[in-house]
């Protein structure tokens, strides 16, 4: 078998999403998630003007050598670009291994350990009433964990919070946006918040929260320590990863269950975190992660150390990559949880799913490889916007973590 072509698909039902396509010369194409939102055409550059030339000609069921042409034939390793590029490739290459072999990428990751996956939904409140409102309404849904941002007094634009009751999309049109960070009023308040939360649906319900890198470790420890009450499922991204010995002292003032690394892309940002149990949950996705082959690596490497998958899974990462994530998190032993925010209607013109919601669960159905089409001619109809993610300054105007 050949790879006798590949293509990239950059198109923007609502928002900007890359899909790498690689074809064969037995007629089976597979398809792979490049979205790196924000920075897609540099995605885009590097599997057009090096990855796809490199293809060509190979064998697509070499799945392990071809990471390793990509990651350690690459002399310029790691980071974001690079590695959703071989995300894609890795994905794409497993998509058409599972409709060669005409069986769901599930059975070649180790088969079904769960037929359905816990996910999570977002609840995104301008403040206490609105997040009370949106926690209920996600509830009544049928999630059984929902990860509650919220509007913070004297914070005009808090992470997490649509600007208007529409779809919150971090991303925006032209250059960043300038978000407003205030460190002190966010660690007063969360208890409070968390406490009410608590309050009003009980205990049986998960609460997540994120706090997107943007405390320092003490910080950390003093918020993780004050939510230690309300029992959070998890609470995601408390510092900066870069720093991976920070979270020693939360782990050392706290029992509240840390997540971190979407934005991660490699298991080497989680040595530490993973070896000196530091983590409870991975956040790094499969494209973001380095695909299904070193993902699995990951995973299984963090299942010594009692660490669980918790897959980063916002809307600006696609279709493809939410079913490839619902396949590995069925067969692997260690899967914790899945970040589930629901596409907008207009993206599922363009991705044709395998998958579904039901009573707080994702379940994809029995069509081979990943099971996720894209549409070609209707992806064309919409063109790539150029959009950014925020960034964040503190009060004092300081530059800060978005
Ligand atoms: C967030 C993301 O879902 C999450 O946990 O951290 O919404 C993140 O802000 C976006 O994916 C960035 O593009
Ligand atoms: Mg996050």
């Given at each position: 078998m050949k790879i006798t072509d590949a293509k990239v698909i950059?198109?923007?039902?609502g928002r900007n999403f890359?899909?790498?396509k690689i074809i064969t010369d037995q007629g089976v194409y597979g398809l792979g998630d490049a979205t790196l939102n924000g920075m897609e055409k540099a995605v885009v550059a590097f599997l057009e003007s090096y990855c796809i030339p490199a293809l060509i000609g190979k064998d697509p069921r070499n799945t392990e050598d071809i990471w390793?042409?990509?990651?350690?034939?690459?002399y310029w390793k790691r980071g974001s670009v690079t590695?959703?590029?071989?995300?894609?490739i890795d994905m794409a290459l497993w998509d058409i291994k599972g409709k060669a072999l005409n069986t769901p990428l599930y059975n070649l990751i180790g088969g079904k350990s769960r037929d359905r996956v816990m996910v999570y939904a977002h609840a995104n409140g301008k403040d206490l009433n609105d997040t009370l409102e949106k926690v209920?309404?996600?509830k009544e849904k049928g999630f059984l964990a929902i990860r509650v941002q919220s509007g913070i007094p004297g914070i005009s634009d808090a992470y997490g919070v649509a600007k208007d009751s529409k779809f919150y999309e971090p991303a925006h049109k032209g250059l960043?946006?300038?978000?407003q960070w205030?460190?002190?009023?966010?660690l007063n308040y969360l208890p409070y918040l968390f406490g009410k939360v608590r309050e009003t649906f009980g205990t049986d319900l998960h609460l997540l929260h994120d706090a997107h890198h943007r405390l320092t470790p003490v910080e950390?420890?003093?918020?993780?320590?004050e939510l230690e009450p309300h029992h959070l499922f998890w609470l995601e991204d408390p510092v900066t990863g870069e720093l991976q010995e920070g979270l020693r002292l939360i782990r050392k003032q706290s029992s509240t269950p840390i997540a971190i690394g979407e934005v991660f892309n490699t298991i080497y940002d989680y040595t530490t975190l993973i070896t000196e149990q530091l983590i409870d949950y991975i956040r790094m996705p499969l494209v973001h992660g380095g695909g299904i082959t070193h993902m699995k690596k990951v995973a299984d490497f963090a299942s010594v150390y009692h660490i669980q998958t918790g897959f980063h899974g916002a809307t600006d990462l696609s279709p493809v990559n939410l079913a490839a994530a619902i396949h590995f998190n069925m067969a692997i032993n260690n899967f914790g949880i899945q970040e589930y925010m629901p596409h907008q209607e207009i993206v599922h013109e363009v991705f044709k799913i395998n998958y579904r919601f039901k009573d707080g669960f994702l379940s994809v159905d029995d069509t081979p490889g990943i099971g996720v089409d894209i549409d070609e001619e209707k992806a064309s109809r919409y063109p790539y916007e150029m959009a950014c993610l925020p960034v964040n300054r503190k009060t004092d105007g300081t530059m800060f973590y978005w």
């Open positions: 950059l198109t923007c039902p890359v899909t790498l390793h042409y990509f990651y350690r034939g690459v590695l959703t590029a071989i995300s894609a209920a309404r996600e960043p946006n300038v978000e205030d460190t002190s009023k966010y950390a420890a003093r918020l993780a320590k």
